[in-house]
């Protein structure tokens, strides 16, 4: 069985992992790196990538050891605003190549034009490092703009987020289109049952008409935090497949993602 080059959004935890206050998950069952490279395998997968959790903040601890363990995962972490350039290229020399803004369903926004916030984005963008970022669509629009004039890199998950109700006039796929023409934006192909109602395939056919393979990224999701039980990772390349139905597209999609997570 054949899948994609690179799965660039998977999750790792365990049942019994430290969560923040306000979490909008406690895991109930342990989905491990091991567990991760098996469903890789299994379904003809080369590459993976590891989503830093939102439950988790920055409790990196699961990521760090699969790093360590296997030399075909790369990894995106949450950071504190202060933590040390030390600790980020440490992070750096084990194979963590960006750092994560989970905030869909949770209460604030940091506010990213802080002194602390500048300063972490500066060293981001020195590492060249990316953000990827999964908000609701308005705080996607509200907060991209900062974070590519912060001169990073930036990733953004499930195609935005789009609100089925307005289609790609969503704030989030706008957002995600404006990226992309930024030259430093990349868009996901992840995740459409977080966002149902919406024509899928449609909104990758625009990202793909604006951008090309070379700005587009598939993920899986797996295991499909809050669904696990309602979504085979197969049902993912499907899905993958028939929103860029073009074999060869794909495979111009996988070396995208091979060369921004540095399997290349």
Known sequence: MSGPLVDTHA???????????GATHHPERSFTDEDFVRTLDDNGVLFGVIAAASFMGSYNDYSLRALRLHRRLR?????????????LREMDAAGVVGIRFSLRNYA??????TPEYQRLLRRVADLDW??????????????????LNAGVKLVIDHYGNPNPALGENSPGF???????????????????????????PALAARLLKEAGPQRLLFGSDWPFVGHENEIAYRDTVDWYEKAIPDAATREEIGRTAARLYRFA
């Not at 706008?174 to 977080?194: C, D, E, T």
């Open 75 to 87: 990894a995106t972490a949450i950071v504190e605003p202060d933590v040390s350039a030390t600790e």
């Open 130 to 147: 990316h953000v990827h970022i999964y908000a609701e669509g308005e705080r996607i629009a509200a907060l991209a703009p900062i974070l």
């Open 174 to 200: 706008q957002a995600a289109l404006r990226a992309l023409a930024s030259g430093r934006g990349w868009v996901k192909i992840s995740g459409p049952y977080r966002s149902p109602g919406n024509d899928h």
């Open 108 to 113: 604030g926004t940091p506010d990213l034009t």
């Open 11 to 21: 999750h790792i935890y365990r049942a019994n992992c430290p969560v923040i206050p």
